[in-house]
């Protein structure tokens, strides 16, 4: 049976074609994803992508605590605010912290954001996404 899981991410995105190595350099951290305005959003798709991401993404874990996914981000981006900020101002950047959940079984988790983070969220201008997946299960088999 699966059960409720949760991942998180910051991503840095901009309408320009920024470049996504200076974020990498800046941060000294290597991302999950990246694409490039125009990149195709999938193989042999005709959709393409709207605007330039450098993105990491926590790994998925199942648990019913938010708490669980978003302190590993902050315990990675809280130290680099100052290039966060940096690279927002010279880089027109904007940022996204998102938490996603894939509730099963109407499972759903807490949904508490701790001061630490929300802390972090502001003093960097973040945008706060939260997307919810819910997958139930289909009664009409029985």
Known sequence: MKKT?????IKFSGNDDFPIATV???LNIQPTATWKIGDAILPNHPHKRTYTCWKYETEH???LDSEDVLR???NIFQAKTDIINNLKAKLNLDVHLELVIM???GFTPGLVI???FSAFAASIHAFLDIDMYCSCPDDTKK
């Open 5 to 9: 899981s949760l991942y998180a991410y």
């Open 114 to 116: 701790y001061p630490e």
């Open 103 to 105: 509730m099963e079984d």
């Open 61 to 63: 874990i199942e648990t």
């Open 72 to 74: 590993p981000l902050l």
């Open 24 to 26: 990498t350099e800046q």
